[in-house]
C-alpha cells in the first residue's frame, strides 16, 4: 500500500482524477496505485515525486525525510 500518495494528494486538495490526468493514466489505475492493488512503475514513481518535491523514499515509506535528496556525484561513492 502507498498511503502517502494519498495523503500528499490530499494535502494538496486534488483529486484523483486531476493525478491521473498528469500521469496519462485512468482514475482506476491511479485509485489501484493509492490501494496497493498495482505497483507503481518507476516512471510514475519519479513523476510524483517531482511534482510533489518529496523523494522517491519517502514515497515508498523508506524515510520520514520529506526534501528530495541533493544530486551526487561519482565521488560522493568513492
Same mark, same amino acid.
Do not use: W
Given at each position: 500500500?502507498?498511503?502517502?500518495? *494519498?495523503?500528499?494528494?490530499?494535502?494538496?486538495? !486534488?483529486?484523483?482524477?486531476? !493525478?491521473?490526468? %498528469? +500521469?496519462?493514466?485512468?482514475?482506476?489505475?491511479?485509485? $489501484?496505485?493509492?490501494? @496497493?492493488? *498495482?505497483?507503481?512503475? &518507476? /516512471?510514475?514513481? %519519479? #513523476? !510524483?515525486?517531482?511534482? $510533489? /518535491?518529496?523523494? &522517491? /523514499?519517502?514515497? =515508498? @515509506?523508506? #524515510? /520520514?525525510? +520529506?526534501?528530495? $535528496?541533493?544530486?551526487? &556525484? =561519482? @565521488?560522493?561513492? =568513492?
Amino acid at each position: 500500500m502507498y498511503p502517502r500518495i *494519498r495523503a500528499l494528494r490530499e494535502d494538496h486538495d !486534488l483529486p484523483q482524477k486531476a !493525478l491521473a490526468k %498528469i +500521469l496519462c493514466c485512468s482514475q482506476v489505475c491511479y485509485s $489501484y496505485y493509492e490501494n @496497493g492493488r *498495482r505497483d507503481i512503475p &518507476t /516512471d510514475v514513481l %519519479i #513523476t !510524483l515525486s517531482r511534482f $510533489y /518535491d518529496v523523494s &522517491t /523514499d519517502y514515497l =515508498l @515509506g523508506l #524515510t /520520514d525525510r +520529506l526534501t528530495p $535528496y541533493p544530486a551526487s &556525484t =561519482l @565521488g560522493d561513492f =568513492l
